[in-house]
């Protein structure tokens, strides 16, 4: 009985975030106090319904978009992805060294530092071979950054007066996963969040040449690269809102499912994080994340503001 009810309780926050009931933070926050408080019931499903309601909810809001402004929004966007993923990954090899943590456990957590959270993370352990635990301990560290970052990011975007495109920018730069980097951008208005998912989804593509500079670091072959193909999903969306196929009611009506989609998948990607877990990963892979964070966000924040 006991588990039917707290079952009952996750479904019921699930059908409040549908329902337009929550904002981001409250849903990330009412996911990590769940998880505190009960742990995860669905665990088991969690992850794999995170990549697919994050990809649905992603192609979703490309219903307002237009394909101009989203060209402009990725070429100007180009400069600082390439140069933070640089340096990032430099940083981040040079730090799991010097800590003496496994190469592995390190290359995935600063892949998912540089480029897209768990997206990364999920992508490059089939190349590497990584193990599961390793893979486990990767992701519970970037989420637990993530779910810092959607709390802080927006407030000190306010105390710094950035503007709408500025703190889309900074978003999709320095907070790890789309998730999170969409969820903070929702709060701040409608202007930050076009650029934050234009300039994520641009920065998603360089898994591509990442898994083949891994295949070369770890000395593997044949290992099957991860596509992401829901990218172009995207891209075949902001075209036919461009072409205005559809009328405006169906895709506002299409955005806002989309954005209280992505809102409940803060929920569950807050459920995932379990305090028990963050501290048996030890003190060496947070020392790297957060060295990490920290680096990519000052140095994205001062690309932009100066």
């Known amino acids: 009985m006991k588990v039917y009810f707290i079952r009952g309780i ?20 009412l996911g990590l106090c769940y998880s505190f408080l009960f742990g995860n ?3 088991s499903y969690s992850h794999r319904l995170i990549d697919y309601f994050l990809k649905i909810s992603i192609v979703g ?16 966007g180009l400069g600082i992805t390439f140069f933070s993923i640089l340096f990032t990954l430099l940083l981040g ?9 496994d190469l592995k456990l390190g290359h995935l957590i600063t892949s998912g530092t540089a480029i897209c959270g768990g997206s990364a993370i999920a992508a490059i352990s089939p190349v590497i071979r990584a193990k599961s635990n ?22 000190v975007g306010q105390w710094l ?8 920018l900074w978003c999709a730069v320095a907070i790890h996963d789309t998730s999170s980097v969409v969820g903070a951008a929702l709060n701040f208005g409608d202007e930050a969040l076009r650029t934050a998912t234009t300039v994520k989804l641009s920065r998603t593509l360089w898994i591509i040449p990442l ?12 290992e099957k690269i991860k596509v992401p193909y829901f990218i172009l999903m995207f891209v075949v969306v902001i075209i036919i809102n461009s072409l205005q196929i559809l009328p405006v009611s169906a895709t506002d009506f299409i955005v806002l499912l989309s954005k209280r989609l992505l809102v409940t998948t803060l929920f569950i990607v807050g459920s995932t994080i379990s305090l028990r877990e963050l501290q048996a990963t030890g003190t060496k892979p947070i020392v790297l994340a957060m060295a990490l964070w920290v680096f990519i966000s000052l140095f994205s924040l001062l690309y932009i503001v100066y």
Not at 61 to 76: K, R
Not at 93 to 101: C, D, H, P, T, V
Not at 161 to 168: D, K, M, R
Not at 211 to 222: H, I
């Open 161 to 168: 007066h950035l503007t709408q495109e500025q703190f889309g």
């Open 211 to 222: 898994s083949f500079f891994s295949m070369f670091l770890f000395k593997t072959k044949g």
């Open 61 to 76: 809001l490309g219903f307002g978009m237009f394909i101009q402004e989203t060209i402009q929004t990725s070429i100007a």
């Open 134 to 155: 390793t893979i486990s301990v990767a992701l519970i560290v970037i989420f637990s950054l993530n779910s810092i970052a959607l709390f802080v990011f927006p407030a």
């Open 10 to 29: 996750y479904l019921s926050i699930v059908s409040l975030g549908l329902l337009g009931q929550l904002s981001s933070p409250i849903a990330l926050l």
């Open 93 to 101: 090899l040079s730090l799991a060294k010097i800590l003496k943590l």
């Open 41 to 43: 019931p669905f665990k």
